[in-house]
């Protein structure tokens, strides 16, 4: 067993235009002081990276690695959640959407594709250069919008779709496997990927490619009622990344997952800051590090009710307090007697 790497935050949720939260090094210096050893950073907000310049230049990501260690910072993943969106798209949500994309690019669905097919394998490129091994994104979706079966879908409807999402991801996933990266697609209601059965359907139309793996996230589990702990043991070898994300599912007698249409403060089912929610970090936690999971705990902030910074603040000590430091001896070897063959077989009447 290894020890879990953390306390680490992304940094998607807390990036802006003012200060600390505009440059490199001023977020660093500020996820350090909120007790932090390690950041998850989002390939879109050039506020913080140029990734372009990551993609074509080790010395330039050398530099980026060397500001924030001088901070007390590792980087411990790139994300690609926003461009790999885009990767598949739904028509119904060309407009909702277009936004994710670069200017030049918006309200032309071919050419958004190309671009967020470009960013993942620029973000892939990078991820080597800083020497990381698994990077974060989302599959997308062509078959989310049929993901309630009314009406009746028609016969080959959603294998089409994920024949399609196998066909787009394929040599990006190639690319990943020649850079040494695996792929990890946070499984997210929204994207085709949003569950074990469809990451399954996928993983079989990719040919069970190494590199296509799992972000684990127990807080869009429990929205979806899902065992979070028993996907663990399922998908242990798949698993390569982890958000530690609290959520809560409160169904009343007017709404259950679908959520009525409801904000996030009003519905049944809402993320929330650690510890504020009912997911069992202590089982989490168990389980990964029973798993062998070597990778870094990683918050992901959201809450509709609590301030950012305060969760951030408390979350850095919520998984400093749960990583499990690994044994190195078995409890009982006080009470061991050796090992004797002869010993052993005389015992067994042999």
């Keep these: 067993m290894k020890t879990i790497k953390g306390p680490a935050l992304f940094l998607g949720q807390f990036v802006g235009d ?28 050039g506020q913080l990276i140029d990734l372009a310049k990551a993609a074509g230049s080790k010395d330039y990501c050398d530099e980026f690695a060397g500001v924030a260690r001088e901070n007390g910072i590792e980087v411990t993943e790139l994300s690609s959640h926003l461009q790999g969106q885009l990767v598949a798209v739904h028509p119904a949500y060309d407009e909702c959407f277009d936004g994710f994309a670069a200017p030049e690019v918006r309200g032309n669905p071919k050419a958004r594709q190309a671009w967020a097919v ?42 089409t779709a994920f024949d399609e999402l196998a066909k787009r ?38 040919k069970n490619h190494p590199r296509a793996n799992m972000l684990y996230d127990p807080s869009h589990y429990v929205l979806q009622c899902l065992d979070y702990l028993d996907n663990i043991d399922i998908y242990k070898d798949r698993i390569k ?32 800051s650690l510890g504020d929610g009912q997911v069992d970090f202590g089982a989490v936690f168990s389980k ?9 705990a990683v918050v ?8 950012p910074e305060d969760g951030a603040r408390e979350g850095a000590e919520f998984v400093a307090a749960h990583i499990i430091r690994v044994t190195e001896k078995a409890f009982d070897d006080f009470a061991g007697s050796g090992t004797d063959q002869a010993a052993n ?4 009447g042999l």
């Design 18 to 45: 003012g200060a600390p939260f505009n440059s490199w090094d001023a977020i660093t210096r500020w996820a350090a002081e909120m007790g932090y050893v390690g950041v998850q950073v989002p390939t879109w907000a």
């Design 118 to 159: 470009e960013q993942v394998r620029m973000a892939i490129t990078a991820s080597r250069h800083l020497g990381i091994k698994a990077h974060g994104t989302f599959s997308g979706a062509l078959a989310w919008p049929y993901q309630y079966p009314w009406p009746q879908r028609p016969a080959g409807l959603v294998e």
């Design 169 to 206: 991801w394929t040599p990006i996933l190639n690319h990943a496997d020649e850079n040494g990266v695996d792929v990890c697609y946070e499984i997210h209601p929204g994207e085709d990927l949003h569950d074990g059965i469809t990451f399954e359907m996928f993983l079989e139309r990719v």
């Design 241 to 272: 990344m982890f958000h530690v994300k609290d959520a809560e599912f409160n169904p009343t007698g007017r709404q259950g997952v679908y959520g009525g249409y409801q904000g996030w403060v009003e519905r049944a089912g809402r993320f929330r």
């Design 288 to 296: 990964m590090t029973a798993n062998n999971f070597d990778g870094w």
């Design 300 to 307: 992901e902030w959201e809450c509709a009710l609590k301030h």
């Design 345 to 348: 077989r005389r015992m067994l």
